[in-house]
């Protein structure tokens, strides 16, 4: 956002030009066009977070939130209230979850059937959600005494005025007429202070000709300048009272910052999780191939046997069905696959699957699943500390907290009387040309003032000569009865900030509780892989037992069939597994406020959208924060 227009006369034109904004980004980065070639899009998981950083709408939209910010500063800076930022990140969609997973598609746990979506709770899957990071409630804090302008203001104004009218004595005048011709202007300055002074300069001028003999200067010019200072003693009266808007929007753009840097975890954090859902995904539908692809083999060697006559026809059936039955799941699994990457190619780009080339790719995921390792976590002590200071949303209730008390500063004050001390100065000055007129009915005509005779320059003189001054000094009290207004805004205010200290203390005890249940989920989810693992190889060694006595034929087809499936399912357990494990550890990054760094993201960088290459290396990261 450029505040200023280009050219020489830039900085006299820009207050009354309407700021330079750039128009919104509707085409992909161009990393996209690097990753798909020969009707694939070829993901890794980096490639992935670096697509959602350039491309989701969720994090685009928190860019211009931060914009928003720096428009309340100069705002608050101009003496003008706030209207606020927003506090709110976007979630993207749940998707289909791993393989075996209940899906919120589905009330009551895993169904293998797909399912159209037809009300509002099949949509979960498809559809983001929104929460909202601040700890303050929906109603605002009062506003309290009126902050005065700090952006200087000149007024200016003219007027002719032409008056023709008879009347019925001659004397005013010296004749039945009476006409006037007046040319009047003025310009005056004003400009508040953070003191809450009002200074207010006025300079006027009216010059009045007139047809009449009566009169000795005629033109006459008259010109005064007021100067007047108005300062408040009570209500209204303090630098730091008038300048709390000021502080409170600065910490607004921390806010905005907060906000962004939540949104970039939020984004990457369900990035990597539809990520690594599609990984378990694809894996488990090699897993249904494969079984499908045994189940047919089998087949057809059953029904060698049964033309050959060595087995009964009933076992040929059986083949059948669980070729059926595999095929089903093969399908069913498909579809899977192709609704979680038809989710992440719309999150993950701008133009989605209108673009043709990219609606009939397949997603390949090069970056494999890492197995659980032997390192202990740290303790959990140490986690909750991390988070402590690193969680984006904690650093935002400080700064919210810090707003409420400087937003008291107002209330507060708005419970004093009025009592505002106005002094003015105004210096007087008036010349005009003696009439050519003559006395009439025998009057005689009285001479014109020597001092009063002259041009404009004389009239100046007389003006800042102080030739003619008048001086004001006065005091002005309000002060209202029981302030019942003013005492109910100052206590709701109160009751508020107390309140957002308790949200403070909640929001605290949700982030020790996150960690701890991550901190427990990546404890379970290695012992459940591990067990994985030793079932699906129990489950291998069984299958080849049962094999060698079915050749040998001590063994019926459907006890065959039976460890097969056994095995299928043994595999499926250990992607599910395994999956989980990675996305306990997406929970724990997460809960830590590690997700960025963990990532190799700049926060920076990713605001101004600055690509880091089409080739992602380790570099040294800053913080993900200002420090504070």
Same mark, same amino acid.
């Given at each position: ?29 161009? =990393?996209? $066009? +690097? ?27 928190? !860019? ?46 895993? $169904? ?27 109603? #605002?804090?009062? $506003? ?36 006037? +011709? ?64 000021? +502080?409170?929007? !600065? ?21 990597? =999780? ?160 003696? $009439? ?61 900030? !107390? ?32 067990? #994985? ?51 306990? =550890? ?23 959208? !600055? ?7 380790? =570099? ?9």
């Amino acid at each position: 956002m450029n505040l200023r227009p280009a050219g020489r006369a830039g900085w006299l034109l820009s207050p009354y030009k309407a700021p330079v904004v750039r128009s919104s980004r509707t085409r992909d980065s161009n =990393r996209l $066009s +690097h990753l798909l070639h020969d009707g694939k899009l070829t993901l890794t998981l980096q490639d992935a977070i670096d697509l959602a950083v350039e491309n989701n709408f969720d994090v685009e939209i928190q !860019r211009y939130d931060r914009q928003f910010a720096l428009t309340e500063i100069i705002r608050a800076e101009g003496g003008g209230l706030l209207r606020g930022v927003p506090t709110t990140v976007g979630e993207l969609p749940s998707g289909e979850g791993g393989p075996g997973e209940p899906l919120l598609t589905t009330v009551g746990g895993y $169904s293998p059937v797909l399912q159209l979506p037809s009300s509002a709770a099949d949509l979960a899957t498809i559809t983001g959600t929104q929460s909202d990071l601040s700890i303050l409630g929906s109603a #605002a804090f009062s $506003s309290g005494p009126e902050v005065p302008h700090f952006d200087p203001s000149i007024l200016a104004g003219a007027s002719l005025t032409q008056l023709i009218y008879p009347q019925s004595d001659a004397f005013q005048t010296g004749s039945n007429f009476f006409s006037s +011709h007046t040319l009047s202007g003025n310009a005056g300055y004003i400009q508040g202070f953070s003191t809450g002074t009002v200074f207010n300069a006025t300079f006027s001028s009216t010059q009045v000709s007139e047809a009449s003999t009566r009169l000795n200067l005629n033109p006459f010019t008259s010109s005064s300048l007021n100067v007047t200072i108005t300062q408040p003693l009570l209500q209204g009266f303090g630098v730091s009272m008038n300048k709390r808007f000021i +502080h409170i929007a !600065r910490n607004e753009n921390r806010i905005a910052r907060e906000v962004f840097t939540q949104q970039l975890i939020s984004t990457i954090s369900d990035t990597m =999780r539809l990520y690594w859902d599609l990984v378990s995904l694809q894996q488990d539908l090699q897993v249904k191939r494969e079984s499908l692809e045994a189940a047919e083999r089998l087949y057809r060697d059953t029904k060698n046997e049964v033309e050959l006559g060595t087995q009964a026809p009933v076992d040929l059936t059986s083949t059948m069905a669980q070729v059926a039955s595999n095929r089903q799941a093969y399908i069913n699994e498909q579809g899977m696959v192709l609704q979680q990457e038809l989710l992440l190619k719309e999150v993950l780009t701008r133009q989605g699957i209108s673009e043709p080339a990219l609606a009939t790719a397949s997603i390949e995921t090069v970056t494999p699943i890492e197995t659980p390792d032997a390192n202990s976590l740290e303790p959990l002590v140490n986690l909750i500390d991390t988070a402590m200071r690193q969680r984006p949303d904690l650093a935002l209730a400080s700064a919210e907290e810090e707003n409420v008390r400087s937003s008291l500063k107002g209330s507060h004050n708005a419970l004093l009387p009025e009592l505002n001390l106005v002094a003015s100065m105004q210096n007087n000055g008036g010349v005009g040309v003696a $009439s050519s007129a003559t006395a009439t009915q025998g009057q005689p005509s009285v001479p014109s003032p020597s001092n009063l005779l002259g041009g404009y320059g004389s009239l100046l003189g007389q003006v800042f000569g102080r030739d003619f001054p008048d001086y004001s000094v006065g005091a002005q009290l309000n002060i209202p009865i029981r302030n019942r207004i003013a005492r109910a805004d100052a206590a709701r205010d109160e009751l508020q900030y !107390r309140q957002s200290e308790v949200r403070v203390q909640q929001l605290r005890s949700q982030v020790r509780l996150q960690v701890g249940n991550a901190f427990i989920a990546i404890q379970q989810a290695r012992e459940s892989y591990k067990a #994985a693992v030793e079932a699906r190889t129990l489950q291998e060694q069984a299958l080849d037992v049962e094999r060698a006595k079915f050749k040998a034929g001590v063994s019926t087809v459907y006890e065959f069939m039976q460890h097969e499936s056994n095995l299928a399912e043994a595999k499926s357990v250990e992607i599910t597994a395994l999956g989980v494990y990675a996305k306990s =550890r997406i929970a724990l990054a997460r809960a830590i406020g590690s997700t960025l760094s963990d990532n190799n993201v700049i926060m920076d960088d990713a605001y101004e959208n !600055r690509s880091s290459g089409l080739t992602t290396s380790p =570099r040294v990261r800053q913080t993900t924060r200002e420090t504070r």
